[in-house]
Protein backbone atom coordinates (compact mmCIF):
# COMPACT_ATOMS: atom_id res chain seq x y z
CA UNK A 1 0.00 0.00 0.00
CA UNK A 2 1.68 2.94 -0.97
CA UNK A 3 1.59 6.52 1.06
CA UNK A 4 -0.90 8.09 -0.86
CA UNK A 5 -3.35 5.40 -0.04
CA UNK A 6 -1.53 5.13 3.73
CA UNK A 7 -2.05 9.04 4.26
CA UNK A 8 -4.88 9.94 2.37
CA UNK A 9 -7.64 6.73 2.22
CA UNK A 10 -9.88 7.88 5.39
CA UNK A 11 -10.02 11.34 4.00
CA UNK A 12 -10.65 10.29 0.23
CA UNK A 13 -13.41 7.77 1.57
CA UNK A 14 -15.14 9.98 4.29
CA UNK A 15 -15.28 13.08 1.36
CA UNK A 16 -17.20 10.31 -0.66
CA UNK A 17 -19.83 9.85 1.75
CA UNK A 18 -19.95 13.15 2.53
CA UNK A 19 -20.62 14.36 -1.18
CA UNK A 20 -23.65 11.59 -1.65
CA UNK A 21 -24.90 12.51 1.74
CA UNK A 22 -24.60 16.30 1.14
CA UNK A 23 -26.66 15.51 -2.53
CA UNK A 24 -29.42 13.29 -0.60
CA UNK A 25 -29.59 16.07 1.52
CA UNK A 26 -29.65 18.86 -0.88
CA UNK A 27 -32.19 16.37 -3.20
CA UNK A 28 -34.49 15.26 0.06
CA UNK A 29 -34.72 19.38 0.65
CA UNK A 30 -35.29 20.22 -2.82
CA UNK A 31 -38.32 17.45 -3.61
CA UNK A 32 -40.00 18.86 -0.16
CA UNK A 33 -39.91 22.03 -0.82
CA UNK A 34 -41.48 21.76 -4.50
CA UNK A 35 -44.44 19.76 -3.03
CA UNK A 36 -44.86 22.04 -0.09
CA UNK A 37 -44.93 24.90 -2.67
CA UNK A 38 -47.08 23.65 -5.11
CA UNK A 39 -49.26 22.78 -2.28
CA UNK A 40 -49.33 26.25 -1.32
CA UNK A 41 -49.53 28.25 -4.64
CA UNK A 42 -50.97 25.43 -6.80
CA UNK A 43 -54.88 24.03 -7.62
CA UNK A 44 -56.56 22.27 -5.08
CA UNK A 45 -58.58 19.22 -7.17
CA UNK A 46 -59.75 15.65 -6.48
CA UNK A 47 -58.09 13.12 -8.69
CA UNK A 48 -59.73 9.33 -9.23
CA UNK A 49 -57.13 6.59 -9.71
CA UNK A 50 -58.00 4.98 -13.28
CA UNK A 51 -55.35 2.65 -13.84
CA UNK A 52 -52.17 0.75 -12.56
CA UNK A 53 -49.13 0.90 -14.55
CA UNK A 54 -46.25 -1.27 -14.01
CA UNK A 55 -42.38 -0.78 -14.45
CA UNK A 56 -40.15 -2.32 -16.63
CA UNK A 57 -39.29 -5.22 -13.99
CA UNK A 58 -42.96 -5.91 -13.68
CA UNK A 59 -42.73 -5.74 -9.76
CA UNK A 60 -43.85 -2.56 -9.04
CA UNK A 61 -47.10 -0.24 -9.58
CA UNK A 62 -47.45 3.02 -10.05
CA UNK A 63 -51.32 4.96 -10.23
CA UNK A 64 -52.50 6.66 -13.20
CA UNK A 65 -54.89 9.44 -11.74
CA UNK A 66 -57.28 11.80 -13.72
CA UNK A 67 -58.52 14.98 -12.31
CA UNK A 68 -60.36 18.11 -13.75
CA UNK A 69 -58.53 21.27 -14.55
CA UNK A 70 -60.54 24.79 -13.85
CA UNK A 71 -61.57 24.96 -17.26
CA UNK A 72 -63.24 21.77 -17.35
CA UNK A 73 -60.60 20.10 -19.21
CA UNK A 74 -59.86 16.39 -17.57
CA UNK A 75 -56.02 16.01 -17.24
CA UNK A 76 -54.40 12.60 -16.51
CA UNK A 77 -51.24 12.29 -14.73
CA UNK A 78 -48.85 9.42 -13.98
CA UNK A 79 -47.63 8.93 -10.98
CA UNK A 80 -43.56 8.40 -11.15
CA UNK A 81 -43.52 6.78 -8.05
CA UNK A 82 -43.92 2.62 -7.96
CA UNK A 83 -43.95 0.57 -5.29
CA UNK A 84 -45.40 -3.15 -4.54
CA UNK A 85 -47.74 -3.22 -2.81
CA UNK A 86 -49.10 -0.47 -4.82
CA UNK A 87 -49.82 2.92 -3.03
CA UNK A 88 -53.22 3.32 -4.56
CA UNK A 89 -56.35 1.23 -5.61
CA UNK A 90 -58.22 1.33 -8.64
CA UNK A 91 -61.45 4.25 -8.31
CA UNK A 92 -59.31 5.60 -5.13
CA UNK A 93 -60.19 9.11 -4.94
CA UNK A 94 -56.89 11.32 -3.79
CA UNK A 95 -56.51 14.95 -2.67
CA UNK A 96 -53.58 16.51 -5.38
CA UNK A 97 -52.82 20.37 -6.36
CA UNK A 98 -51.50 21.27 -9.62
CA UNK A 99 -49.86 24.16 -11.40
CA UNK A 100 -51.72 25.59 -13.66
CA UNK A 101 -48.98 26.58 -15.71
CA UNK A 102 -48.64 23.36 -16.24
CA UNK A 103 -50.55 20.55 -14.98
CA UNK A 104 -48.48 17.41 -15.22
CA UNK A 105 -46.36 19.13 -12.23
CA UNK A 106 -48.55 17.40 -9.41
CA UNK A 107 -48.03 16.71 -5.59
CA UNK A 108 -50.69 14.61 -4.48
CA UNK A 109 -51.52 13.31 -0.96
CA UNK A 110 -50.02 10.31 1.12
CA UNK A 111 -47.10 8.27 0.10
CA UNK A 112 -46.67 9.87 -3.58
CA UNK A 113 -45.79 13.54 -1.61
CA UNK A 114 -43.78 12.25 1.50
CA UNK A 115 -42.12 9.18 -0.14
CA UNK A 116 -38.96 10.62 -1.98
CA UNK A 117 -37.55 13.16 1.04
CA UNK A 118 -37.58 10.99 3.50
CA UNK A 119 -36.02 8.55 1.04
CA UNK A 120 -33.60 10.95 0.60
CA UNK A 121 -33.30 11.83 3.88
CA UNK A 122 -32.35 8.88 5.32
CA UNK A 123 -29.45 8.64 3.20
CA UNK A 124 -28.18 11.60 3.53
CA UNK A 125 -28.57 10.73 7.96
CA UNK A 126 -26.51 7.43 6.47
CA UNK A 127 -23.77 9.11 4.32
CA UNK A 128 -23.97 12.35 5.83
CA UNK A 129 -23.47 10.85 9.11
CA UNK A 130 -20.16 8.72 8.15
CA UNK A 131 -18.64 11.60 5.87
CA UNK A 132 -19.33 14.04 8.49
CA UNK A 133 -18.74 12.38 11.20
CA UNK A 134 -15.64 10.86 10.05
CA UNK A 135 -14.03 14.49 8.67
CA UNK A 136 -14.76 15.88 11.88
CA UNK A 137 -13.09 13.12 13.49
CA UNK A 138 -9.89 13.17 11.39
CA UNK A 139 -9.37 17.68 11.89
CA UNK A 140 -10.12 16.28 15.20
CA UNK A 141 -7.04 14.33 15.43
CA UNK A 142 -5.11 16.19 13.26
CA UNK A 143 -5.65 19.18 15.70
CA UNK A 144 -4.52 16.94 19.08
CA UNK A 145 -1.49 16.03 17.10
CA UNK A 146 -0.46 19.07 16.38
CA UNK A 147 -1.37 20.20 20.42
CA UNK A 148 0.54 17.54 21.53
CA UNK A 149 3.57 18.29 19.49
CA UNK A 150 3.61 21.55 20.98
CA UNK A 151 2.76 21.31 24.18
CA UNK A 152 2.76 17.45 25.02
CA UNK A 153 4.58 16.13 27.95
CA UNK A 154 7.47 13.31 26.48
CA UNK A 155 7.05 9.93 28.31
CA UNK A 156 8.85 6.57 27.33
CA UNK A 157 6.60 3.90 27.22
CA UNK A 158 7.91 0.25 27.37
CA UNK A 159 7.15 -1.91 24.31
CA UNK A 160 4.31 -4.58 24.47
CA UNK A 161 4.56 -5.58 20.96
CA UNK A 162 2.80 -5.20 17.82
CA UNK A 163 -0.76 -6.35 16.73
CA UNK A 164 -2.70 -6.10 14.17
CA UNK A 165 -5.81 -4.33 14.02
CA UNK A 166 -8.45 -7.03 12.30
CA UNK A 167 -11.46 -4.31 12.93
CA UNK A 168 -9.96 -2.34 9.84
CA UNK A 169 -9.36 -3.67 6.52
CA UNK A 170 -8.33 -1.37 3.35
CA UNK A 171 -8.12 -3.48 0.19
CA UNK A 172 -8.37 -7.05 1.95
CA UNK A 173 -5.13 -5.65 4.60
CA UNK A 174 -5.22 -5.14 8.00
CA UNK A 175 -2.84 -2.41 9.52
CA UNK A 176 -0.14 -2.88 12.72
CA UNK A 177 -0.39 -1.22 15.74
CA UNK A 178 2.70 -0.55 18.17
CA UNK A 179 1.59 -0.94 21.22
CA UNK A 180 3.46 0.39 24.45
CA UNK A 181 2.78 1.14 28.28
CA UNK A 182 3.62 3.85 30.66
CA UNK A 183 3.59 3.76 34.42
CA UNK A 184 2.51 7.08 35.72
CA UNK A 185 4.91 6.84 39.27
CA UNK A 186 3.13 10.13 40.58
CA UNK A 187 -0.41 8.50 40.24
CA UNK A 188 0.56 4.59 40.23
CA UNK A 189 -1.58 4.24 37.19
CA UNK A 190 -0.54 2.38 34.02
CA UNK A 191 -1.34 3.61 30.85
CA UNK A 192 -1.83 1.53 27.59
CA UNK A 193 -0.41 3.64 24.60
CA UNK A 194 -1.51 2.19 20.65
CA UNK A 195 0.29 3.79 17.81
CA UNK A 196 -1.41 4.84 14.64
CA UNK A 197 -2.29 2.97 12.00
CA UNK A 198 1.26 1.26 9.87
CA UNK A 199 0.55 -0.19 6.51
CA UNK A 200 3.22 -2.88 6.90
CA UNK A 201 5.14 -5.17 9.94
CA UNK A 202 7.33 -2.68 11.79
CA UNK A 203 8.28 -5.87 14.29
CA UNK A 204 11.84 -5.94 13.41
CA UNK A 205 12.31 -2.08 13.57
CA UNK A 206 10.94 -1.92 16.89
CA UNK A 207 13.59 -4.39 18.92
CA UNK A 208 15.07 -2.31 21.16
CA UNK A 209 13.70 1.37 20.22
CA UNK A 210 12.77 3.43 22.54
CA UNK A 211 9.42 4.37 22.50
CA UNK A 212 8.29 8.08 23.16
CA UNK A 213 4.59 9.18 23.76
CA UNK A 214 3.51 13.07 24.06
CA UNK A 215 0.83 13.21 26.62
CA UNK A 216 -1.22 15.70 27.89
CA UNK A 217 -0.40 16.03 31.12
CA UNK A 218 -4.07 16.85 32.77
CA UNK A 219 -5.29 13.88 30.63
CA UNK A 220 -2.98 11.13 29.93
CA UNK A 221 -5.45 9.31 27.55
CA UNK A 222 -4.72 12.19 24.79
CA UNK A 223 -1.43 11.26 23.47
CA UNK A 224 0.42 10.82 20.39
CA UNK A 225 2.82 8.18 19.83
CA UNK A 226 6.09 9.18 17.56
CA UNK A 227 6.91 6.09 15.17
CA UNK A 228 9.23 8.81 12.83
CA UNK A 229 11.74 6.06 13.62
CA UNK A 230 10.46 3.42 11.20
CA UNK A 231 11.17 3.82 7.40
CA UNK A 232 8.50 5.04 4.89
CA UNK A 233 7.23 2.01 3.00
CA UNK A 234 7.46 2.88 -1.28
CA UNK A 235 4.83 3.00 -3.65
Known amino acids: MGNWVKNNFFNFFFGIFTLIGTGCGIGAAVSWLNAVNLSNTGVQAVGIVTDMIRSSEGGTQAPVVEFQLKNGTKHTYTSSLFSSPPANELGERIELWYDPADPDKVV?????????????GVFFL??????????????????????????????????????????LKVNGVSPFVIQGQWLDRTTDKMYTFNSENIWYDPSEYVQGQTLWVLIDPAKPKRYYMDVSFLPERGN
Open 126 to 167: IFGGVGYGGLIYQFLKKRDRAWLMENGQAVEAMLIGVERDYS
Open 108 to 120: MSGMDRWFVPIFL
